[in-house]
């Protein structure tokens, strides 16, 4: 397993390494019904402002079912983004605008918030596309092939920012092999409390 790193100072810092000259344009779509729950505790103006560590939102758009409550429209547009209530499956919209990303000459990076392996599909399209991929899981039940699909990945549980780096350093005297049980977690903040939730 890959090393940890937690902490929101940590993910920006993280973030902040891997950026190519000039900001990214980013495309940020959020699967609501998936991870916006109680337990999760979410916040979806933490993963923006990390995200602005790293380039410009310039999309940022959240997928809601039609049980989605006024009060959780209300703070999703009160933070900036665009809540999009669908009335029938939220995954199949969630794709096609992904899709849309994809062919969007002007998105250079993919993020979604999800823990839903169904999206697979759209993060290997994106990355086929030349895209960079960001992919915020929320755990429990944070898919293993998302996980391995992204090029960068932050996991969201017991309410802090987690990433996997994908060097694991060589173990010693082991002849080469690597570490793989090895989870380095770096001190950081915690998440923010008060996330937006309900469904």
């Known amino acids: 397993m890959a090393n ?5 100072n940590s993910i920006v810092k993280y973030l902040s390494t891997k950026k190519e000259t000039g900001r990214r344009s980013i ?8 991870v916006l729950r109680k337990e999760f505790n979410v916040n979806l103006e933490e993963i923006r402002d990390v995200l602005k560590e790293y380039g410009n939102v310039k999309i940022g758009r959240v997928f809601l079912n039609q049980y989605a409550s006024d009060k959780l429209v209300e703070a999703i547009e009160n933070n900036g983004f665009e809540p999009i209530i669908c009335s ?4 199949v919209r969630l794709a096609v605008e992904g899709m849309e990303l994809v062919y969007n000459p002007t998105i250079d990076t993919l993020a979604l ?10 993060l290997n399209k ?7 991929t960001i992919i915020f899981g929320v755990e429990p039940g944070f898919s293993t092939a998302l996980r391995n699909s992204a090029d960068y990945v932050i996991v969201l549980e017991n309410d802090q920012m987690n990433y996997y780096d ?3 350093p060589e173990a010693k005297n082991s002849g080469g092999s690597r570490d793989k049980t090895s989870n380095d977690v770096l ?4 998440r923010k409390k008060d996330a937006m939730v309900d469904y």
């Open 88 to 91: 029938s499956d939220v995954d």
């Open 166 to 168: 994908e060097y694991v």
């Open 187 to 190: 001190p950081g903040s915690h």
């Open 113 to 122: 918030v999800t823990r839903d392996a169904d999206f697979k599909p759209l």
């Open 27 to 34: 495309g940020l779509l959020v699967d609501g019904p998936n």
């Open 4 to 8: 940890v790193k937690t902490g929101l």
């Open 126 to 132: 994106a990355n086929e596309h030349g895209k960079e």
